[in-house]
């Protein structure tokens, strides 16, 4: 079991706040510091205002050596397909190859309003994310001396150099994420090298899975997309500790538990990550949500990360 810090900024973290919660994952073994591409905070000040996904990714690029890095996941909403491609590409070729791009079609109005971005109904947003995913991806692998064309609805792209290319050959994973039972299925066997689940309950992780496989059946892809999954963190080294880290995020014990939450003493969360792994996860995503908090991230590193096989 692969395990990642993911951050949601957001809610109030400056750039030296994710600085040291990145290099302290990267010191401690995680597999990779992942973080939110949001302009809202959703509940508090989110003071001291939002952070840019891919400028802090940027900057973790050049101060880490080993980590991945990456989104879960960018709004397909926030940027056009090109400059994306582009900058993924950078701060890919800076951090040596390490880059992951997690891709969504976009769901919170109120940053949208908030800051001056379009909003489209939903069938609107998934289709300008899955022409999205196309031109990113063909702009990466188009062979260096050769162009690249696009002609869709929503985008159009005449004589590309496609250019930069990334460190990472072909391209860098792709992620796509969600709960739909159709389209998100479908995108993820087309153009996706992980498929995650997001704060969903364990148990209905299997049928989410399965629709990924027969959407990647109804292809021909012989290798269905790795799985994943993401859920809040908070650990504790006795009842009392973890229920002092839960009152600090603001969340209930027993809710994060019914949720699919790592909650509990390192032992229990053990067994809740081996739950994880029998319903097709090998890869998790802990949202650590008090940035503060650096002994927690240790004390999973610790305690949690030697007992998984």
């Known amino acids: ?54 400028v802090t990714l940027a900057g973790l690029a050049v101060q880490t050596s080993r980590i991945r890095l990456g989104t879960l996941v960018t709004s397909a909403t926030f940027r056009l397909p090109g400059p994306l491609a582009i ?20 769901w919170f109005q109120a940053e949208h ?13 998934f289709d300008r994310l899955e022409e999205q995913l196309e031109i990113v991806t063909g702009l990466w692998t188009t062979p260096q001396g050769e162009t690249y064309g696009f002609d869709g609805k929503h985008y159009q792209i005449l004589g590309s150099p496609a250019l930069p ?17 159709k389209r998100t299925p479908a995108l993820a066997a087309r153009y996706a090298d992980e498929f995650n689940t997001p704060f969903a309950k364990i148990d209905d992780l299997p049928a989410m899975y399965d629709r990924v496989r027969e959407a990647s059946r109804a292809i021909g892809r012989d290798t269905p997309p790795a799985f994943s999954a ?50 097709g996860a090998s890869r998790i995503y802990l949202q ?11 004390l999973v590193a610790s305690a949690v990360a030697p ?3």
């Not at 309003?113 to 947003?125: D, H, M, S, V």
């Not at 990334?166 to 039972?181: F, L, T």
Request: include cysteine; hydrophobic fraction near 40%; glycine fraction near 16%.
């Open 1 to 54: 079991m692969r395990l990642v810090i993911f951050t949601e900024p957001q809610q109030g973290a400056s750039y030296e706040d994710l600085r040291r919660v990145a290099q302290l994952a990267e010191e401690a073994g995680y597999d990779g510091f992942f973080r939110s591409d949001h302009y809202l905070a959703m509940g508090g000040d989110g003071l001291p205002g939002p952070t840019d996904a891919w």
């Open 87 to 106: 900058s993924v590409a950078q701060v890919d070729a800076m951090s040596g190859g390490r880059v992951e791009l997690g891709l969504g079609g976009g």
């Open 113 to 125: 309003t908030g800051y001056g971005i379009p909003f489209p109904p939903l069938g609107e947003r």
């Open 165 to 181: 290319k990334p460190a990472q050959s072909p391209r860098p994973p792709i992620i796509v994420g969600g709960a739909g039972k």
């Open 230 to 279: 993401a859920a809040v963190l908070c650990v504790g080294r006795d009842d009392a500790e973890v229920a002092r880290r839960a009152a600090a995020i603001g969340r209930e014990v027993d809710e994060m538990r019914g949720n699919g939450g790592i909650v509990g003493t390192p032992d229990q969360v053990v067994d809740i990550l081996g739950r994880y792994a029998r319903a």
């Open 288 to 298: 650590t949500l008090d940035l503060s908090d650096l002994d927690h991230v240790e």
């Open 307 to 309: 007992q998984l096989g």
